[in-house]
């Protein structure tokens, strides 16, 4: 099957209503979809109480029913119509509340009146009830049954990993989070490019790198699999992309790892400056995904974000308006797919190239010197030569590709020719 649009958005659509969130059966649901593309994939089961760095595995959250009824006996923010009317990890409640104590409990934003908002408690004790704001200006006085039937119990912290070995023992990471219900560019948009992203490469018969992807609950998911990994993390790891809200059709983004210099920040710099020239390129100190996690002090992974439109930076994150209808769409989801699909193609290819010849090469007694001076011609001549003049082994193809403006996709071409022509060898 060929991966396209179509086939990520009907992937999107198949997790959509599932109940998400940093522990419970919408992960495991959620990656049992996951593997069912990717059949590799192990599910990791980590009890709540662990400690993980300065962090607790906290209790898992189930949900049967949530709900309010109005004093004309109507149902209203039932969790089974959106899952985002339910406060994340609300407690069980079942009483009688006049309208003015509702309102303690209910959230809703002014601005945006349509939308149904995003909360969450994870770490407090805490019930509440999401609502559009345009509803909330209807509710009458009178009393309200509020009735939710959740459970907070000793359980796991769920999560998968799949790794795919290739030839080096040095691996590319890449991480989603899958604790966001029904919301499209943050967060399915993350983990539906990186399931396909591996399934891509399991298709392919040689690879350099190995791979490995994780989709985890946010925060607390990526510190859990840093203190269960980190020795191998940072022993391996050359190149990592945290991916989130990668599905829209605005812009591309990219948000550096701490110090902005690693291969990975390298590569997609390259990528976007051809995909999108009016990239948007954030700062560090804009930081807000699990970037924060992989790039602290002390664990150092070369991990940077790709992303469409960043979190916080569209009018709909966070809100019921995030959907896959007019946000996330299919060539919205290709885009971001064919970008980290080119990312990861580049490093696969990347080296260091070295002249075999002293001095310049003879290139017309191989062909690649233009017989007739076509200015066509030249051009690729030019950059024949362009290129052979940094092939000291000391600069990438990808630096050497930036050096010279060209896409490096455009540069391998050379470098096969010269490859065939034995003019160069590449070095790892
Ligand atoms: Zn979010």
């Known amino acids: 099957m060929n991966i396209d649009g179509q086939v990520l958005h009907r992937f999107a659509k198949s997790l959509w209503g599932l109940n998400r969130s940093i522990t419970g059966d919408g992960v495991r649901k959620t990656l049992k979809e996951i593997k069912a593309v990717i059949p590799n994939l192990e599910i990791h089961e980590v009890p709540s109480g662990t400690k993980v760095f300065d962090w607790t595995v906290p209790k898992e959250w189930h949900v049967k029913e949530a709900y309010i009824i109005d004093p004309d006996g109507k149902k209203i923010c039932d969790f089974k119509e959106n899952n985002l009317h339910l406060v994340g990890y609300s407690h069980s409640v079942n009483k009688s509340v006049p309208l003015q104590e509702l309102q303690y409990n209910l959230h809703s934003l002014p601005n945006q009146p349509n939308a149904i908002p995003y909360v969450t408690s994870y ?56 604790c966001h219900p029904s919301m499209a560019n943050n967060e399915l948009s993350g983990p539906v490019v990186s399931t396909h992203i591996a399934k891509n490469i399991l298709l392919k018969k040689n690879i350099y790198y190995t791979y490995r992807f994780v989709f985890i609950p946010e925060t607390i998911g990526s510190i859990t699999y840093l203190s269960k990994n980190l020795e191998i993390l940072k022993k391996n790891i050359f190149a990592g992309f945290n991916l989130t809200c990668i599905g829209d059709e ?33 700062d560090w100190s804009e930081r807000g995904s699990d970037e ?108 050497i590709s930036d050096y010279l403006n060209q896409p490096m996709w455009k540069i391998l071409e050379i470098v096969k020719i010269l490859e065939e022509s034995e003019l160069i060898e590449i070095k790892k």
Request: glycine residues 8%; aromatic residues 12%; proline residues 5%.
């Open 123 to 178: 770490y407090s004790k805490n019930w509440g009830f999401c609502i559009s704001h345009q509803q909330r200006e209807k509710l009458k006085q009178g009393n309200y049954k509020v009735f939710i039937d959740s459970e907070l119990f000793d359980g796991n912290l769920t999560y998968g990993e799949l790794i795919i070995e290739g030839e080096s023992k040095k691996e590319i990471f890449i991480s989603s989070y899958i």
């Open 250 to 282: 605005r812009n591309y983004s990219y948000l550096p790892s701490r110090m902005g210099n690693s291969i990975s920040d390298q590569v997609i710099k390259h990528v976007l400056s051809f995909v999108d020239p009016n990239y948007k390129s954030f």
């Open 292 to 399: 924060r996690q992989y790039c602290a002090p002390g664990i150092d992974l070369p991990v940077a974000s790709i992303m469409r439109t960043k979190y916080g930076e569209y009018p709909e994150y966070h809100t019921s308006l995030d959907n896959l209808d007019n946000v996330v769409t299919p060539d919205g989801l290709f885009g971001g797919f064919k970008v980290v699909d080119k990312c990861l193609n580049l490093l696969e290819n990347n080296g260091y190239p070295i002249t075999k010849v002293l001095c310049e090469p003879q290139l017309g007694k191989r062909g690649l010197y233009p017989n007739l001076s076509a200015k066509k011609d030249y051009q690729k001549t030019n950059l024949i030569m362009d290129f052979l003049t940094w092939s000291d082994g000391k600069k990438s193809i990808l630096e």
